[in-house]
């Protein structure tokens, strides 16, 4: 049974995300297309592209970034290196962007800048669509255990992102929903993350 936070495109052409996902420059949000009637709308649900990148990742030395893509020079995009203080990994900086994109929404519901139901958070990562759709419901019933009896890494990351779907869907009325795309679809947050991270054109990817 598929997930209630699993979003499922609505066929519009190849169902792709530049087919669904509405933008335009300057606009503060994204907004996702729908389909009525045989007639192709633009509705007031958002999408948030949302990347994570690790410069180094693996060595002791390794700095991760993170990068939040509301769309083309909205006033809300926004980057950031992670914390000293947290696994410097890729995987860590993906959740970190999905955390922090779910905490400016509930600001801006909080100033009533925003008017919306849906969510729509979309990333590359399948580390962090699976995790919190699926995998996390596993995780819970396992005592955090994965399934070689360890530890789930960045439980307490995926623990704050479980709490803030629930949160805006139980006091704000807004479901969150989560979308894996192809890495092509997803290079604006990709590339925030990126330079968040430290990385410059000529480097490899070692995200």
């Known amino acids: 049974m598929a997930s209630d936070r699993l979003f499922v495109p609505p066929r519009i052409g190849n169902s792709t995300m ?25 509705g007031r649900h958002i999408a948030i592209n949302v990347g994570g990148a690790c410069y180094g990742n693996g060595k002791p030395w390794a700095q991760g970034g993170l990068g939040i893509y509301f769309g083309p020079r909205s006033r809300h995009n926004f980057s950031e290196a992670l914390d000293e203080d947290e696994p410097q ?35 590359d990562s399948r580390y962090l669509v699976d995790g919190i759709t699926q995998n996390i419901y596993k995780w819970q019933d396992n005592g ?11 439980k307490e990351a995926f623990e704050e992102l479980d709490e803030l779907v629930d949160e805006l869907e139980d006091d704000y009325g807004v479901f969150v929903k989560f979308w894996w795309v192809p890495k092509e679809e997803n290079e604006d947050a990709d590339e925030m993350a990126r330079q968040a991270a ?4 000529s480097d490899s990817d070692d995200d």
């Open 89 to 123: 990994t890729s995987q860590r900086a993906e959740v970190n962007a999905a955390i922090i994109a779910l905490d400016k929404v509930k600001e801006l519901l909080d100033q009533e800048k925003l008017d919306t139901s849906l969510v729509l958070i979309i990333s």
């Open 144 to 154: 955090w255990r994965n399934a070689r009896r360890r530890e789930v890494a960045n």
């Open 198 to 201: 430290g990385f410059y054109d």
């Open 18 to 42: 530049t087919e669904i996902i509405f933008r335009q420059n300057r606009r503060a949000f994204s907004n996702i297309r729908k389909r009525r009637g045989g007639i192709v709308k633009v």
